[in-house]
């Protein structure tokens, strides 16, 4: 009976001890949750300056530890910073020749690479003010005086070669007129309220001289479509070189030829626009023959960097993909939203985050609003799951 009552108590003693060291292991937990204990990942404040066509050297010695690197098997390597937009003293400054930009309130920006060791091609995440919500008629002031920077700095409205000119409200009419391939919003239109609101994404598009493309898209969630009621508003700018642009989706082995190829093309795509303006011109529309079309759409290209080494091989390119889009490749695919994006972490920690998509079917859709929805990206990442490893 004793040798009983000695194992009973030896057990009850040892299962003492695991409860006070799991005790123990919560509260360390929670101090280092109190304590906020630095991680790997470093939030930058201040303000961090990006080139166009600065060499990956040079960029990534400029940034050093602030910079996260994302590498997977395929040789796909991703430069991203975060940022704290709380900040007032937090900014992002971009340098494209001889534009100077400064953007406030930054939650992020990416650098991806696919075979050239530069610099070219970029995409920024940013709030329009340091809190998550903000009135609709600040929103609007805020983001024309973007605009109005942009503009200011040397920065000219893209109207892509093969779609019609179109300026003004004409613009917001022809998004509402489904036969009609009108191009961005026009930054020279300030649109009122009832127009502003009558939208949840907002695009424009810009040139610079023949060096590079802007796109700037401004994402409204929340709401409720209550005028009165503050919303979330979240600006993405992405900005190309020339040369990146027109590359973009071309097989490796043709891109040492991208000139030609581009210069080719603009006969077909004058065709296009001309045929496209007819049809508008025929439901009432008005041509903006105003607009000067920039000096690469008119065959008047930058030098080439290819012929030159890359980085990469053609089996390393980078393939990024749409939401519902077929997938050019079969394989392993990870859907991801820009950092800062309200529901990134939804889509991070999905358990469909990560799938295999044969070539030639479409890849998955998440079911979110449409606004959010087109934002996300699906990457491939390997061929087979055992080539992918998660922590790399």
């Not at 704290?84 to 991806?112: N, Q, W």
């Not at 889009?325 to 939804?346: D, I, Q, T, V, Y």
Request: net charge negative; proline share 5%.
């Amino acid at each position: 009976m004793n040798e009983i009552l000695k194992k009973i108590a030896k057990f009850i003693f040892y299962v003492f001890m695991v409860l006070i060291l799991i005790i123990i292991l919560l509260w360390i937990m929670k101090q280092i949750e109190n304590y906020n204990i630095p991680t790997k990942e470093i939030v930058v404040k201040g303000t961090v300056t990006i080139k166009l066509n600065e060499s990956l050297e040079a960029y990534k010695e400029r940034m050093g530890e602030i910079l996260n690197v994302d590498k997977h098997p395929a040789g796909v390597s991703w430069y991203e910073i975060d940022f704290d937009s709380t900040k007032s003293d937090t900014h992002i400054a971009v340098e494209v020749g001889d534009s100077r930009l400064k953007f406030d309130y930054p939650l992020s920006s990416m650098i991806s690479v696919s075979f050239l060791p530069k610099v070219e091609h970029f995409s920024l995440s940013l709030g329009l003010n340091a809190e998550s919500t903000i009135s609709h008629e600040e929103a609007k002031v805020k983001m024309y005086e973007i605009l109005e920077q942009i503009v200011d700095d040397g920065w000219k409205r893209y109207i892509g070669g093969s779609i019609p000119r179109l300026c003004g409200e004409e613009v917001l009419k022809a998004k509402k007129d489904y036969t009609i391939m009108g191009p961005n919003l026009d930054e020279n239109y300030l649109m009122n309220f009832e127009e502003w609101f009558s939208i949840s994404t907002y695009h424009w598009s810009f040139y610079y001289k023949n060096e590079a493309l802007m796109y700037v898209t401004l994402h409204r969630q929340g709401s409720d479509n209550n005028l009165d009621k503050p919303g979330g508003y979240f600006l993405s700018i992405d900005i190309k070189s020339v040369e990146a642009f027109a590359t973009d989706g071309m097989p490796f082995e043709k891109r040492a030829n991208w000139r030609e190829i581009e210069k080719n093309s603009i006969p077909k795509t004058n065709k296009l626009r001309e045929k496209k303006e007819t049809d508008a011109i025929a439901k009432g529309y008005h041509i903006c023959t105003s607009y000067e079309d920039a000096p690469f759409d008119k065959g008047i290209l930058p030098p080439s960097s290819y012929g030159k080494e890359p980085i990469a091989t053609p089996e390393q390119e980078e393939l990024i993909i749409y939401s519902g889009s077929l997938c050019p490749k079969s394989g392993l695919w990870k859907a991801f939203l820009p950092k800062g994006h309200p529901k990134a972490k939804l889509i991070a920690e999905s358990n469909s985050h990560t799938i295999h998509c044969a070539k030639d079917t479409h890849i998955l859709k998440f079911g979110l609003s449409p606004e959010d929805e087109i934002q996300v990206r699906w990457k491939w990442i390997a061929e087979k799951q055992e080539q992918y490893d998660p922590n790399k």
